[in-house]
């Protein structure tokens, strides 16, 4: 069954510490992206990956850090750097960056911190 | 940035009755697309418009693309409850850039 996975579902920190949220696919998907979705608001971009072993800034990366060492994982680390990190996160993927291919999204990670 | 402003941010509408939302932007568009969320889920997509002046039905919903390439609508007739969430816009500003996402629009359905 192909698809994106995220875990975990939800994700509770005590401000400080740092947390990284998983995202694996199966779809052999050249490009993955990372979002933050706020209650109102649409998505914002905080990387992307066109290919493995490189990734790009998008909108708002600050306090945030991924890597891309497979090409099926794109783990996204919010650090304590982050001044309001509590937020719906979502995962997705495409074949490839820039092209008409459309967005395949995870189930994504909904992070409180207290 | 570039933004993708979509219009109306939430419309409560009575079973039955047609529903559209509109995405604006100041920058011509490669091409446009337009997902769906339902309420506790995640984006799926529904269709892509490439062609200026371009539309597309599936089913009750009509998509259109604007004949300057910077705006779109998403019309939907005769809601059911099952329209229900959250619709996005999205924009590409030229092949090669990232997709830029409107607010969305959220959708009620009363029965």
């Known amino acids: 069954d192909g698809g994106i996975t995220q875990s975990p579902k939800y994700l509770f920190r005590k401000e400080g510490q740092n947390v990284t949220l998983s995202c694996e696919q199966n779809?052999?998907?050249?490009?993955m992206y990372w979002y933050r979705q706020d209650p109102g608001q649409g998505l914002r971009l905080i990387y992307y990956s066109q290919i493995v072993n490189d990734f790009q800034k998008g909108d708002i990366a600050e306090g945030y850090s991924v890597s891309r060492e497979k090409k099926e994982s794109f783990p996204l680390t919010v650090t304590s750097a982050q001044k309001n990190p509590t937020a719906f996160y979502l995962c997705a993927s495409s074949g490839q960056f820039g092209l008409s291919d459309e967005q395949f999204f995870g189930p994504g990670t909904r992070l409180t911190v207290l | 940035g570039q933004q993708v402003m979509q219009i109306p941010q939430y419309q409560h509408v009575q079973e039955g009755e047609d529903f559209t939302t509109y995405c604006n932007s100041s920058t011509t568009l490669s091409n446009i697309q337009w997902y769906k969320q339902r309420p506790g889920g995640h984006p799926v997509f529904l269709i892509q418009?490439?062609?200026?002046?371009e539309v597309k039905k599936q089913k009750r919903l009509t998509f259109q693309f604007g004949e300057a390439k910077k705006n779109s609508s998403l019309h939907i007739t005769a809601t059911q409850t099952t329209d229900v969430g959250t619709y996005f816009c999205a924009g590409r500003m030229g092949y090669g850039n990232k997709l830029v996402f409107g607010a969305g629009t959220i959708l009620r359905v009363k029965s």
């Open positions: 418009l490439v062609k200026s002046g």
């Open positions: 779809l052999n998907h050249d490009a």
